[in-house]
């Protein structure tokens, strides 16, 4: 069984994270349930482990915290749902890729509860929306926006860090990094979609969608 608890107000990024790494070593160890954690952080920006230098635009903006998870620079803050996944992946089928996918499938999934389309782009981990409301790219190819980043560790066959969904983060924050390393596409949420989704209704829909989402086979990458 897999315990969800939700943390409240803007929990601080150090500790949690401490607390987090300290869950993940009890599941590995047999003394705890998987957890699945849901909270928001107060602004800062995270370093993975493949980030650059240079995508760091405005380094005294908000604290940086370099962590061990996979992935480049992304943004925390309020208006974010941070989804933090301790998950025992070697009873998931010990298929590292297969578990990402599946995690981007559960992101997608919610979304789809907002009659929202999420998609998964080669090369590009996290889920994306496209938008034919705004213009088109100077190629021709339609806007596209990454409403969901992801990153995780393993430990163990234990996962930890996850998944942020932007529900209604205040985007301009986003300006102080090149999100993921992709300079040429841009970031939404849930609300600059025109839908007026509270964090709680995306709560309902993670945890309603979860189950399905996790154990469906994984499908064959596009492209």
């Not at 939700?6 to 150090?14: I, K």
């Not at 070697?90 to 789809?112: H, S, T, Y």
Request: charge should be negative; proline fraction near 8%; include cysteine.
């Amino acid at each position: 069984m897999v315990e969800w608890s939700h943390l409240p107000g803007l929990s601080p990024y150090t500790e949690t994270l401490a607390a987090m790494e300290a869950r993940a070593e009890a599941i590995a160890r047999g003394e705890a349930a998987e957890a699945i954690w849901l909270l928001e952080h107060p602004p800062l920006y995270t370093a993975g482990t493949s980030a650059k230098a240079a995508d760091l635009v405005e380094p005294d903006r908000f604290p940086v915290h370099a962590v061990g998870r996979g992935g480049q620079y992304t943004y925390h803050g309020p208006g974010q749902r941070i989804v933090y996944v301790m998950l025992d992946v070697k009873q998931r089928g010990a298929d590292v890729r297969c578990f990402v996918r599946a995690l981007e499938n559960w992101v997608i999934a919610a979304l789809a509860e907002f009659n929202v389309t999420g998609e998964i782009r080669p090369g590009r981990v996290g889920v994306w929306v496209q938008r034919p409301d705004l213009p088109r790219g100077p190629d021709g190819s339609p806007r596209e926006d990454k409403i969901a980043a992801l990153g995780i560790k393993l430990r163990r066959w234990v996962s930890f860090h996850g998944i942020s969904i932007n529900v209604e983060p205040d985007l301009s924050h986003f300006s102080g990094i090149v999100p993921c390393g992709i300079r040429e596409h841009g970031v939404t949420s849930l609300v600059d979609l025109g839908l007026p989704v509270t964090m709680a209704d995306l709560d309902a829909a993670l945890m309603a969608t979860f189950d399905s989402a996790m154990h469906a086979t994984c499908p064959t990458p596009p492209g």
